[in-house]
């Protein structure tokens, strides 16, 4: 999967990044550097969904999918 991401530099200094197709998805770094990594986190977490929290029946599935 590839996705857009926004960089932005902040007035304070530092960078901040949004993630367009993602509502809601974006983090700031003090470097570039920082920024990149955090960026791979934000989306990790955004997308992520603890299936403890979905009521599953019997005939439910769960399937893991790379996009």
Not at 23 to 34: I, L, V, Y
Not at 40 to 59: H, Q
């Amino acid at each position: 999967m590839k996705l857009r991401v926004i960089v932005h530099e902040a007035d304070e200094g530092g960078y901040w990044a949004e993630v367009p197709s993602i509502p809601g998805c974006a983090t700031q770094g003090d470097t570039f550097d920082e920024l990149l990594s955090n960026i791979y986190e934000a989306v990790e977490g955004c997308l992520s969904v603890d299936v403890r929290d979905i009521e599953l029946t019997d005939k439910d599935k769960v399937l893991e999918i790379a996009v």
